[in-house]
């Protein structure tokens, strides 16, 4: 008995984040370990449709850069990347889109409808959530790699009326009748922006933003974050996820973090208690 | 860090339970020491509040025996009782009235609002909530002791439709213009049946009912139930508590609970945990 | 069938004030002998349901002083006024709040039902209606005497979605946990404003607010009120309710009224004839 | 003032009636003296208003017999009646329809609308109201006479919900394309039955139901009511309105009036007083 | 075959026009030919309903100046006009009201509804659609000749949320308790411009508006059409319709048509084809 | 000028099969030729984008039998056919899923929204869509082929209330947790028979249903069908195609199409003209 006290306890101990977040909506950034290890797999499922249930509006985006190398591999297609990204012809773009729309996507939106949740894949062509456009790359062609145009959130809305999960596959159509394949926190980001989300919440495979001594950094200004890419303390990956937290959050959402998505229940750990998994951003 | 983790894997197996009950609605019968000890009256409240949070509907019925004794005390009224019920006459009923519906439940609503609710007090009268009538006692008058004739659910579900949380007053007036005072179980129990609720709580002084041999039966048919009372193994106040039980299940709620208390968050633990405080009574 | 066509006749010269107020709400402050004499509270409950079916919202904020009194007194609790204002201490709150909200407003509400409307009692705890604050008198302590910090409306609305009539007992919770008991007048007033009602009538004992000459004044504008007080000609507890009336006016709601409760349907008579009872103040 | 306070009190006298049938529908038929005569008119328009304003829906089915008449008249054309029923040829209809549509109709329209009502005109074409088919008259072809074949309440409850008054001129279209006059009383009772009202009235210029004895007879059941036809107690024109009320109660209608249009008020008092003015029909 | 496949073809063919006007509003001034030979009639029918089917909403405002004179003609009286305008005596006035609001309107109501269409009949009376006030033309008295002073457009919205099509015949009431004859034009552009139409379609027996050369102008601008008016290229009737195209464009009613309604179909034509069949002005 | 009004004649001629179908649910299986040649590709997108804006809503169900062969032998995977069902073990049915949702589909879903539509495309998965449950074919494991055990609709009810379209994978979930290919002609029936639709139309690359003289039966009743499998007149891939369509009438369906889908415009052509273009299977 003593244990089931001690568990209700906790569970009134959540009630002030609860309270804090309810019906606010939440954009995750879905990848890297916590998309590949299974136990880390199901903890997130479970993360997200319990934030559905106490009130608030999980909405996912995901990645899958390592699925896409493993498919390319089995049809011996070989990739280059200039800058960190991959060169899409036409051929990629296609095994792109079918493993992000036709397996990763699907594979989550099981999952989560598995653990009690009702989600609905989408991807940007669905309901016209986002046109796309061809990314320029300070003159370098890498054909089907686009940036977030502008973004129509009219398909987001309508389910999340009927109480669905929205899981989004960063592939989305452009004026030109092309399919683009975009980073996915950039989609993350950009989807924050237009519905207006409480929390955008990147999951990374790092503890997340580290200073001058290589010690996590808990939290940023938006000051501090742009501080920490002009003296280059952030590099490599973590540049890109910085300026998109920045954006977002200049453009209106509450926070945005970074986060060790390798940590069990990370989303839950940085929602709903005051320890954190990572570092958190906010225009303060 | 592992403390924090723990936390949030407990609230994660909180996750079947709240899906069973998400939308549905609990009357609980709010008294005995639940109601009189500090640390007890905080931990109620933060129980409804939580129970809101995730998407439960409760409804509180209140009573307020001992609360009444000790105004009857001050102004050096004295009372008789007759089976068990308190003989109420004018003046009696009328401090009744101020004690349960202006000290009581205006307490129960403030608890509630501090942490975080928002709660709503009734009593009977209020939107024609209770029409009551005199309860007839073996030709023995003992006066504003009412019955519940019927049941007016217009204004619980007005307060619902806005996430108001009703806490109410077990005092009704009558067609003669005349108030009485009506038992809290009782009163309970018809609410949750006139509102078709999942579930009828009781919260008491003991550990639940028991069987021959003193132990605590965790759960009862309405067969089982009954035959207690037949059999007189269940006697003194217990009586009436398995006949109000009983008469809920019948009338379609989906389980009554004879709970303890005295425990810590014990309508959490009822609820949330397989455990259980006490003796759950259905259909079955 | 001559006085049946007469009383027709009077129901259809009710009309141009019926159009004139349909949909509107109008806060009602009760007290006085409209609330102690027998037949004026039978005529008021009466207006208040006919007010009601002709398509306007009344609202009632009570007061209570002489039951207040009458149950200290049973106790043997002696009170001590600074300025009018009574001293209220621990002990003689809670009588206050028993008197007000658990015999005073259950009353009201159960007359009103009983002449075929529906009443709802709240007092500024429920639904966090009111939140109160200390009332600070010139360095003196008055106990629990509070003044309206802010008004949150939404349990009146929510009630009046579904035509309930709302009553309700000056009493309400502080930030600091306490309970104070608010001026009828100022709650009123105050309720007035925050929901944006038509009209805010005060129940008074008197004819109304009287010039230099003792005559009635049967209408004032801002300026003319605000001479009034200058001057002197209005003293005592005239004062305070002018100043009510003034800023319930400055705030927007559309005239406030000062009439004479004494009058049997002294409200409808204020509203739904040309004669009225007492004094307009408006912003003209 | 005195006089004053007697006009309150008799709105409040008012209110059980007010209480009883708000939100119900009544159907008037408004023909006769009521529709000719001027103190007449604005007495009925004024009714009409005042009862949309204390809560009901009045629907009005209006006749134009002697303003056809006098319509023919002017063009020097002369009408045959077979049975009381106006032989109506192709030229005869045209006049018909453009006096009961587009005088008659708009008359009453404007005639409510000044007293501030909110009257929309309508007839039996108008949202397919009204489908009509020609009456077969023993063998004799009295040309565009048409009886009710079936209504279609939508657009009724269409203008219903905005408030609107119908008022109703009773010609429709036929399958065959042709327009046809339809007796008023027959087409009140069918609205009547459609629309589930609680009341139809018939004005009429009679005192109402006659006895043997010519006494008025103040209420009748169906049976009474069907043995004052066989006995021929009930004769001419009284008839097929007894024929009517029996028909529409039968469907289900809560009562069916008979009441004298000469009275000034005639509705009021028969909705609004106990003394009526002439003869209720009901089923028991 | 091949037959069908061209006519679903042609189908194909109009999608771009229906997703451009879809949900938008249409006022259409029905007269001329259009309104008085059987095969137009029955075309201008058939475009009104397929508008509506295909997601448009149509409101028709209908003249019938022919017809006036028939009526009158038939009762033997004669009408005077003055700069094109028919002086109205009461009278007269009674015979146009009876004419266009019981006669042309029905007849069109009719015919809608015959195929497939559900329109309702109005005139400025009904649910106090147009005020009407006494036009003032240079000193003459014309009579009951008005002009729109305001609209009121709750009975069209509330008619259009039932997807009725409102049908509407030029007269309205005034402040004077008069009924006042307006042209047709002015309240079809002044409907247009209350409701926020998308466009105005005057119906002509003319090509359009010509231009010096007496060649058919198939669009304006607001400046040409000043133009056209100034430099008396425009004259006769002309001149007011292309005024009261102006006004309607100038209140924010996206483009103005003056078509010729002697082609078959021309509504669709205009607005369903590039070809269109008149002159359409726009602000631009 | 005449070639127009030929044309919008021709929208004339749509109407009553526009008014026949307006607001109802049509269900298409796309495949075959339609599906993959250009010309036809545009025509279908163009066909369903006119539906939905004349009203209709289109649900579309496709299949992709080529579209996985050609991945299939892209990547050197060998298929066994057992009865013409592809047995799929695991890699094989990754490679359907990842065909079918993630390229197929996102193809129509472009399609569809470039022509002006607003497509959302779904699998069984999305919102619980299908449950599916593994195929057993007389004792041959063919691995994961399905069947449809139950269909829950709520996510296409959700997309429909905001006017999306589905386009729908034939790939649904088991309560085993692994993905089941299933025939995209039953997925079809049963999403029609589930959300009861007017018209199941299934697209096929043959005439229609073939009579004993190979003629083309353009109508057929349930019984006739019947008749044709038990005679062996109806053979091969005709025979499922039959009994889907028997199932789908004989569950309340309106009646079921197996058309020509090689024909341009051959869902708008079966739908809107009386031609018709393959077999209608009604049951009368």
């Known amino acids: ?17 609860i309270k804090k977040f309810y019906g606010k909506t939440v954009v995750i950034k879905y990848g890297g370990s916590a998309m590949s ?7 997130f499922a479970r993360d ?3 934030m559905k249930y106490v009130g608030m509006n999980p909405v996912i985006v995901h990645g899958g850069g390592p699925q896409i190398g493993h498919h390319l591999g089995k049809l011996g297609k070989e990739t280059n990347f200039i800058d960190g990204i991959r060169v899409t012809d036409d051929e990629t773009m296609e095994i792109v889109e079918m493993v992000l729309v036709g397996k990763v996507n699907k594979e989550i939106v099981g999952l989560i409808n598995h653990f009690g949740g009702n989600a609905v894949g989408l991807c940007g062509k669905d309901g016209k959530l986002i046109k796309a456009a061809r990314l320029k790359l300070r003159g370098k062609d890498v054909g089907h790699v ?55 919440i990147l999951l990374t495979d790092v503890e997340g933003v580290l200073g001058k001594n290589k010690k996590l950094l808990s ?5 501090e974050a742009r501080s920490l890419i002009r ?20 453009a209106g959402v509450g926070s945005a973090h ?24 906010t225009d303060a």
């Not at 290890?37 to 903890?43: C, G």
């Open 1 to 17: 008995m003593k244990k089931q006290i001690e568990k209700v306890t906790t569970l009134c101990e959540a009630l002030p984040y």
């Open 37 to 43: 290890e299974t136990e880390l797999k199901k903890s």
């Open 48 to 50: 997200i449709v319990l």
């Open 146 to 200: 686009g940036r977030v145009e502008s973004v129509n959130t009219s398909v987001i809305e309508s389910l999340g009326k009927s109480n669905f999960i929205p899981v989004i596959a960063p592939v989305g159509g452009g004026e030109d009748g092309k399919t683009y394949n975009i980073n996915a926190d950039t989609v993350a980001g950009e989807i924050a922006s237009a519905i207006g989300a409480e929390k955008l």
């Open 219 to 223: 939290s940023l200004t938006l000051k």
């Open 231 to 250: 003296t280059k303390v952030a590099d490599g990956g973590m540049v890109p996820k910085l300026k998109c937290c920045i954006d977002t959050v200049k």
């Open 258 to 281: 970074i986060i060790d998505g390798r940590v069990e229940h990370s989303v839950l750990l940085e929602v709903f208690t005051d320890a954190g998994v990572g570092t958190i951003i």
